[in-house]
């Protein structure tokens, strides 16, 4: 089993900042690939980046490509996005999965509770 604990949510204005921290605990040591996903109001969940070990490479859907950071500390078990240039429509709840990645797809086994945020303008 994993635990995924995600904080760092917050309100903040359009233009702003916000550093997401995702902490995993547990068999950690079963998952190859960690991903931030969103999900806004009458949405669907959008995955907005993924980061890996090995050939696992880094991903990031358009919306936010060049105004977020995806990165890893190994040696915390922790996950974070770092959101800058932050707009309105940046605001969802987002949350941390962990899972298995391969170059023919991947499978998100485990997820955060969510943390909320809200970008106004």
């Known amino acids: 089993q994993v635990q995924l604990v995600e904080s760092g949510g917050g309100s903040v204005q359009a233009g702003g900042s916000l550093r997401l921290s995702c902490a995993a605990s547990g068999d950690t040591y079963m998952n190859n690939c960690m991903g931030w996903f969103r999900q806004a109001p009458g949405k669907e969940r959008e995955e907005v980046a993924r980061i890996g070990r090995g050939i696992i490479t880094t991903y990031y859907a358009d919306s936010v490509k060049g105004r977020f950071t995806i990165s890893q500390d190994d040696a915390k078990n922790t996950v974070y996005l770092q959101m800058n240039s932050l707009k309105p429509e940046d605001t969802a709840m987002y949350y941390c999965?962990?899972?298995?990645?391969?170059?023919?797809?991947?499978?998100?086994?485990?997820w955060g509770q969510g943390t909320q945020v809200t970008v106004s303008s």
């Open positions: 999965a962990a899972g298995r990645c391969t170059t023919s797809g991947r499978t998100w086994k485990y």
